[in-house]
């Protein structure tokens, strides 16, 4: 394998978790393949964290659309022999055109069960099941699907091996993703707020839109502390005693840590991962609803104190 392009895209919209994951990803294949070329190719929207892929030391190709013949082009003039695809903006229909023009391998990453015309296909959520991509692929295609396929920074596998200390004090570690599209974690801190002897670790990124706000009210409040593109997620995680997150890639790092956790879904492209959580009873609200988040909050750090 010569020439790897990761295509992805991040915003205050999209969000931040394709290119994090694939971060990791793009890691593996390093260790896989040390002599190969990996690049990425992302848009240049509002929020980025194209920067990430920099820091990371890889190629950043600026790309100025999702046309297909854009990406066509990039393919041919680089000479990429695997595309990985991580954007729901591409379909079944872009994958066919690379593929009938050109001789591209394609690895495409999944988690809403779409069609795809991939050579391997990942869903590394803990829900992932393989038998629902039957008549999805093509006949051949790799799945790759379920937890043991998590994409998951080594900073996980170090932290989780240390012991974490008991406090009375208890922790909690929250995250509505690193855009927080659904604006609610101001809403959450205000739920939090009626706790005694708690402390907020929240995480966010500089792709948030409502971070001025979010400031403005963690100002003065010694029980909250915000975490801005921070690069110690697995640490926070471990020294934590609950978590408050969406189903979404999170969830998959927290499920790891065996940190006990309440998943709000805010999005529609959460709903697989929910529904899963659900049937499987872990704790779960389908929207964001403070009434209903203090009775489960108070209900799990009881547990947690009985333990």
Known sequence: MKTILFRADSSSDIGTGHIMRDLVLASQFKKKFPHAEIFFAAQDLDGNINHKIVDAGYELKRVTSNAKEELLELIRTRHVEMLVIDHYGIDYNYESFLKNNSNIKIFSLDDTYEKHDCDILLNHN?????????????????????????????????????????NKEKTIFLAMGGAD???????????????????????????????????????????????????????????????????????????????????????????????????????????????????????????????
């Open 126 to 166: 803990i829900s992932a099941d393989k038998k629902r991509y039957k008549g999805l692929v093509p006949e051949g295609c790799e799945l790759r699907c379920g937890a043991k396929y998590t994409l998951l920074r080594d900073e996980f596998n170090k932290e989780k091996k240390k012991k974490k200390k008991a």
């Open 181 to 307: 599209h659904s604006n609610i974690n101001i809403e959450i801190l205000k739920v939090l707020k009626a706790f005694k002897n708690i402390k907020v670790k929240l995480v966010t990124t500089s792709a948030n839109k409502n971070i001025k706000a979010l400031k403005g009210y963690a100002q003065n409040k010694k029980w909250i502390t915000l975490h801005i593109n921070s690069n110690s997620i697995a640490k926070l995680m471990r020294k934590s005693d609950v978590a408050l997150i969406t189903p979404s890639v999170t969830l998959n790092e927290v499920y790891y840590m065996g940190l006990p956790f309440i998943a709000i879904k805010t999005a529609s492209n959460q709903n697989e991962i929910y529904e899963y959580l659900k049937k499987k009873k872990f704790l779960t609200l389908s929207r964001f609803d403070r009434h209903k988040l203090k009775s489960k909050l108070k209900t799990l750090l009881k547990k947690i104190q009985n333990a």
